[in-house]
């Protein structure tokens, strides 16, 4: 926290320096917790690379990955007091924010595939979503994807009761808690950055996410069995500081805009084969055996975990699953 302020302080007395601080360029920090080969990383650089030519230089972009400034949660407070001014933090790291909604998209199996997901982040619910962000001092940009995560350990889970009494290492919603609690195992909220080594020595026993994340992070050398579960969603949302976004020139602002549109197209693009890509070098690896569920198990997987949208209607809110589960019922072309 301390180190947060003193940068936020850092940044306002940089923006009394006067007349020659107003020649240098716009200073946009993007911190997020992935590494650069990832979806998000990648689609930051592109971000960066866009809005540098869009703007001739008058906006720098510093990318800064692999919570190389800050944890998620304390990202989150450094884009609130302006020490950075752009993240991209997972949807399920909205609810300690006090946006609650955003963990409709940890529910397990809500969305059959990413087409039904495109059609709640492009359309009025996704709007209204990021619109939710604003009384935080917090404007939504974009929603960029990862993919549907997958289950590891060090022993095989093949069906519910393989969670037994498993510590799971969980990102901070209350969703996913539910969801471990469902399958019988123990959640515990851990930061991104932490993982690596809560695997390695034993603090935790398992996790769940994107291959992408699994491979960058190198989970898969301490992670002996993963299961190809898809059962939930991992995404983000692109946001900036709400003042110092508004107080941007307009012509600024618009080109920003236009490089932000664009980066999400590509990162949205590349991010299914980033999945495919890591799965088969994790694959090669051979450190990891990975399952695919059969017919039969897929059903027990859904049936320990269909009480969990239940349970959490009352906090995500009824209708937004509704919302959702009208969106998963479309015939998807
Ligand atoms: C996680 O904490 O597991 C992910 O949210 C990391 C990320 O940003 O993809």
Redesign the pocket.
Known sequence: MKKIILAAVSVAALALIGPAGAQSPIVIKFS???APE?P?GKGAEKFKELAEKYTNGKVKVEVYPNSQLYK?KEEVEALQLGAVQML???L??FGPLGVKEFEVFDLPYIMPDKAALKRITNGPVGKSLLDKLDVKGIKGLAYWD?GFKIMSANKPLHTPADFQGLKM?I?SSKVLESEMRALGAIPQVL??SE?YQALQTGVVDG????PS?MYTQKMHEVQKHATLSNHGY?G?AVIVNKKFWDDLPADVRSQLEKAMNEATVYANDIAQKENDDALEAMKKAGKTTFYTLTPAELAEWKKALAPVTEEMSSRVGKDLIEAFQKEANLKTN
């Open positions: 997020h917790v992935v990832t998000k998620d991209a933090p997972s399920a790291k990862n290492r990102q930061a991104f993982v996790t769940e996410n994107p994340n991992l983000y």
